[in-house]
Each structure stands twice: as structure tokens, then as C-alpha cells.
């Protein structure tokens, strides 16, 4: 305790030894040090945190954060609070212990395990409607980017009194947490159509929280012929100029491709028909009259043969010239013919016509000309005159102006570059020097609190006087220096054991005046004379003062 209680007032006279500056030097790296531990021991003692639920719809969660403050277990929110994490080494439990807080169970095919064999058929079709509409909507959420899901089916009833079959249709509603892309909505659409019979991706509609329709009933998926076209664009673009820039060089070429993709959807049916070589007779009708009189000689009757019209001569032998009669044959022949019916779905994406324009630096002319850089770009680009397309070639001279800015751009790019790693090796020498600087005081600090008093020891005479601290009780004029044996009991004295042989635990004062000479001269010879009364007058001397 003494020595806690020694190290203390040394720590204290050393720091009022500080001047301003190196206090407040002194006190900054405590506070960096003070705060650099709690730091760490944070950082050490706070436990691993891993998900225990992800896209908790907020009922839930809410759920599961009263169970965990019941069990009084750490957790975290992220993601708007749809992400609850917890320490690594609680997940299993906290799992076993909140799952029945979840309500993915409720839903689905589960919904059939409680249905009793006393329920009618409209409770069985609801309920197995329900049951799909809740294994898509689950399904659907484990896309990613889509925390909850609804889909709701609209399935027609079928009865035998109308001929017009009506088609199923379905609706999903979607919560996102990004923006779902063309792919991601057509997979849901694709993925809701193929799990109804009858259901068509025409037929599906999908429309997230901010209102927005990413999939409309008979239109497709929203943005899905712009997202084609763009798609082709980029594809032919990049395949004409990748030809070009081998052929002409790199930067000889610009390449613009634009596309006329078809946004509209629909059905088309056309019937065709054709007569075969041999066709077979279907149907044949013959209708024949006679006529007596009222014809000449050499006159004519008309008939019909089959599909054609024949006459027949009044003489012939299709009747008695002589007599006037004649006789009438008519006849009609169904033949076999050929029946195409085509059913074509018109889907959005469709390409009606693209055109090509291709900007040819006028130097690169030298290598090919108009012709044939517009026959390789049509060959690349799968041009078909018969649908529109077009293809446009022109030889310009280039500007140099953009290769100028990019010429500088990349200089003051690396300029500045140049300029960030300066100022971050700076920095760094800043942080080693003052790391530095905070240790060496730190050392000092430690050095001088631990730092021990040491007598000193001070030469007269030729002789070594040892320092007493605090200096001897008595009288002043005492505490010069003498022979050791001038002064009777000094041996025996605590402290003068462990000194040197002619030194006397005494103060050398640090000027010498007359009057303390002659009262040096005046102990010397009073000591000299009777020791035994000096010694007396010494000691009741010293019992006074440490009295007082």
C-alpha cells in the first residue's frame, strides 16, 4: 500500500513537472488508449450474428422479437426489420422455439389435411383453390428480390349448357424489395400459367406494391418487346462492328443498329385450300328430260354433263332428229379438296424491319468499298430486302476531337491518381509518426513513475559526504560536515550503518559564511574538549525537537 500510495505522489509531482502542451499531449493518448480497449473488448465479446429469418412479413417478425426478448436472447433488425439476426450459437433453438409463430404453414396443400369427408364440392373446389393459390404464392416469395407474394386464381365454372368455354385467369401481387427484371416477371407468369390447366401466360397479370403492372392480361410482360429490341440491337450491333474492326481497323467503323420489334399479341387463323390430282368424287346428282316436237332438223339442245355445260345435237344420238325430240342430261359431280386450317400466336418481340447505318472513316476507303462493306454488314446482320430492311454506308472523315479529351481525361486522371497516392502516404507517415511520438511519451511517463530517488553523494575536503533527506533534527548550525570522530553517537545512529568509512550522514550547506565557520569552530572544539557532555546536548536537542 505505501508503495501504491509512493507511486501516486511521484505520478502527481511528475505531472505538474508537465507544461501545458505535453498535458495536453498526455491526456490525448490516455483518451486514445482509454477508448482503443473499450473498442476492443466490443469488438472481441460481441458474439457472431447470423440471419434466424429473412422477408418476415412485419406481423411475424414482431412475433418472433417477443419470443426472443422472453428468452432474452440478442438479436438485430436489418433490411426495414424483414431480417432477424441472432447470435450463431441460438439459431437452432430460437428456430424451434419461434416456429410456430410463422404462418407459412397455414397455407397450401395443408389446408386439405383438415377438410372432413362431409364437405361438399363448392367447399372442395375452394379449398383446393386456395391450396394452389398459396404453394404458388410461397414459391414465388423464394424468388429472389420478392419478399411476399399473393396470387389469386379466377377459374370459371364449366357447365354443359353453354358451348363458349371460358378461359382461367390469374393475378399475383408481388412486394418487392428491388425492381424485379423482364426475366424474373416472366418467370412468375410462366411459373403461375403451367400450374392450372388451361391457365396461358397471356392470361396472368402482375403488379407490385408501388402500383406499377409488370405483366398485363393479354399484353405480356410490360417492357418485354423494348427489352427485345434493345437485346437484338446490342447482338447485331456488336457483331457488325466486331467484323468491321477486323476488317478496316479498330476505331474505322460506327455501327447503328435500330430495330422495329412488334408490341402487339394476338391469335390469327387463315384456311387454305388446294385440289389434289386425283380427287375423289364426294357427291354426283344427273338430271334428265325429253322433249317430243317443236325442234328442226339439224337443231341443238343444251344440256349439262357433270360440271359442264354440253348441247346436244336434236339428230344426234341423244334423241330422234326426224320426229323433233330431243333429250336433256344434266348432272352435278362434288369432287375432294384440300383443307388448311392455321392458328398462329402473334407474340410480342416479333422483328418487323431493322435498319443499318454505317459511318466508314474516310481513310479506311482504301480497303473496302461501298459495296462490299454494305454486302458484309447485310450477310452479319441477316438483312431481308423482302421485309423492309435497309442498310446504309457513308465514308466521313472522323473528328479527333473525343480521342483529344480522352488523351487528357487519362492524363489528369493519372495526374490526380498520382496526387491521391501522395496524399495517402503523407497521411500514413503522419499516423506512424504520431504513433510514435504517443509511445515515447508513454515510455517517459512510465519511466519517470517508476523512477527511484537515489542519495546523492557530494565531495568535500577530498572526502565523500552522504545526504540525508530531510536533513538531521537539532539545530541547524549542527548539519556541517566534520570529522566522524568529532561528534560522539553518530556511528550508532540509524541510517549511518552501510556507509563508507570518513563520511557522515550530514548536509553540506552551499555557501559558507564567517559565522557559520566560527560556530563550526565552536562545536568542533566543544566536542573536542568533554564528548561525552556534547553528546548529551545533542541528544536533548533532538529529543525537543521531535517533541515539537
Avoid: C
Wanted: proline share 5%.
Amino acid at each position: 500500500m505505501k508503495r501504491l500510495n509512493g507511486a501516486g505522489t511521484r505520478l502527481l509531482a511528475t505531472i505538474r513537472e508537465f507544461t501545458v502542451a505535453q498535458r495536453t499531449i498526455a491526456i490525448i493518448g490516455v483518451a486514445v488508449l482509454v477508448l482503443g480497449g473499450i473498442a476492443l473488448a466490443n469488438a472481441v465479446g460481441k458474439p457472431t450474428m447470423t440471419p434466424l429469418y429473412s422477408n418476415l412479413p412485419a406481423s411475424e417478425a414482431s412475433a418472433v422479437v417477443a419470443q426472443l426478448q422472453k428468452d432474452k436472447v440478442q438479436y438485430d433488425l436489418t433490411d426495414g426489420g424483414s431480417t432477424i439476426l441472432v447470435p450463431a450459437g441460438s439459431v437452432d433453438a430460437e428456430r424451434l422455439a419461434t416456429a410456430t409463430l410463422l404462418s407459412s404453414g397455414a397455407g397450401g396443400y395443408s389446408l386439405l389435411d383438415s377438410m372432413g369427408v362431409t364437405a361438399s364440392q363448392f367447399q372442395q373446389d375452394v379449398t383446393f383453390k386456395r391450396a394452389i393459390e398459396g404453394e404458388l404464392a410461397k414459391t414465388i416469395e423464394s424468388i429472389q428480390g420478392v419478399s411476399a407474394a399473393s396470387v389469386q386464381l379466377a377459374i370459371p365454372e364449366q357447365t354443359v349448357f353453354s358451348d363458349e368455354k371460358q378461359s382461367p385467369t390469374a393475378s399475383v401481387f408481388v412486394n418487392t424489395a428491388s425492381t424485379l427484371t423482364s426475366a424474373q416477371v416472366g418467370a412468375v407468369v410462366h411459373l403461375v400459367s403451367a400450374a392450372y390447366p388451361g391457365l396461358t401466360d397471356t392470361n396472368v397479370s402482375v403488379v407490385d406494391q408501388r402500383g406499377n403492372t409488370l405483366s398485363a392480361v393479354g399484353g405480356g410482360t410490360a417492357g418485354a418487346a423494348s427489352d427485345q429490341a434493345s437485346d437484338y440491337e446490342a447482338r447485331t450491333r456488336d457483331a457488325v462492328q466486331t467484323m468491321l474492326d477486323k476488317v478496316l481497323g479498330p476505331g474505322q467503323a460506327m455501327v447503328t443498329v435500330a430495330a422495329d420489334v412488334s408490341r402487339s399479341s394476338g391469335t390469327k387463323r387463315s384456311e387454305t385450300y388446294t385440289t389434289p390430282s386425283q380427287a375423289p368424287v364426294l357427291s354426283e346428282s344427273t338430271n334428265e328430260q325429253t322433249y317430243n316436237g317443236g325442234a328442226a332438223n339439224g337443231g341443238a339442245a343444251s344440256g349439262v354433263l357433270g360440271n359442264d355445260t354440253t348441247s346436244i345435237p336434236a339428230g344426234g344420238a341423244a334423241g330422234t332428229g326426224s320426229s323433233g325430240k330431243y333429250v336433256s342430261k344434266q348432272g352435278v359431280k362434288n369432287n375432294g379438296v384440300d383443307k388448311t386450317v392455321t392458328d398462329e400466336t402473334i407474340v410480342p418481340g416479333t422483328l418487323n424491319r431493322q435498319t443499318i447505318a454505317v459511318a466508314v472513316n474516310t481513310p479506311a476507303g482504301a480497303i473496302a468499298s461501298t459495296a462490299q462493306i454494305s454486302q458484309l454488314v447485310s450477310n452479319a446482320a441477316g438483312v431481308n430486302t423482302a421485309r423492309g430492311d435497309s442498310v446504309s454506308v457513308n465514308f466521313l472523315p472522323f473528328s479527333n476531337a473525343a480521342a483529344k479529351q480522352a488523351a487528357a481525361a487519362l492524363a489528369q486522371s493519372q495526374k490526380d491518381a498520382g496526387a491521391a497516392q501522395t496524399t495517402e502516404i503523407i497521411t500514413t507517415a503522419i499516423k506512424v509518426v504520431g504513433g510514435l511520438l504517443l509511445l515515447i511519451l508513454l515510455f517517459v511517463l512510465l519511466k519517470k513513475l517508476f523512477k527511484r530517488e537515489e542519495p546523492a553523494a557530494t565531495a568535500v575536503d577530498g572526502g565523500v559526504l552522504g545526504v540525508v533527506p530531510g536533513g538531521l533534527p537539532g539545530d541547524p548550525a549542527l548539519l556541517g560536515a566534520g570529522a566522524p570522530g568529532q561528534l560522539g553517537g553518530w556511528a550508532g545512529m540509524p541510517g549511518a550503518q552501510g556507509l563508507p568509512a570518513g563520511i557522515a550522514p550530514t548536509e553540506v550547506l552551499p555557501t559558507a559564511d564567517p559565522a557559520y565557520a566560527q560556530m563550526q569552530a565552536d562545536v568542533d572544539a566543544l566536542a573536542g574538549g568533554d564528548p561525552a557532555q556534547t553528546a548529551e546536548y545533542l541528544r536533548v536537542l533532538m529529543g525537543e525537537r521531535s517533541r515539537a
